[in-house]
């Protein structure tokens, strides 16, 4: 089993412009963190497991190894540029409140593009 990729950016309260092109057509358009390539693609939902207050999986989510430091969980959803940026939009739970951020991540150098390792 290969390791998860891993975290080489997190931009934590990013900002709209951070996480979408505002394009007069299609309002908002998910965008790299990174490079700011509007092709994406959604590739995989999993739960960054908290710590004493964990629920563990959400439901339709799967584990991958990684955690979050909060208490309690996190869902990420896994994007893929067309780009060969990968990042992960992360919804975290932290004392009733939902945060939003971005972890960037390693680039894919597999070749295995949008269905890449985890
Ligand atoms: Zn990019």
Redesign the pocket.
Known sequence: MQPPVKVTRTILEPSDGELFARTSTYDPVLH?P??R?KFSHVVAVYTLLGGDESGGLYRGSYLVARETPYRRDGLAVRVD?E?G?RWDLVFQQHKGQTFVRIDVLESDKSGNGPQGRL
Request: hydrophobic share 30%; net charge neutral; glycine share 14%.
């Open positions: 790299c990174v490079c390539l540029g780009c940026h």
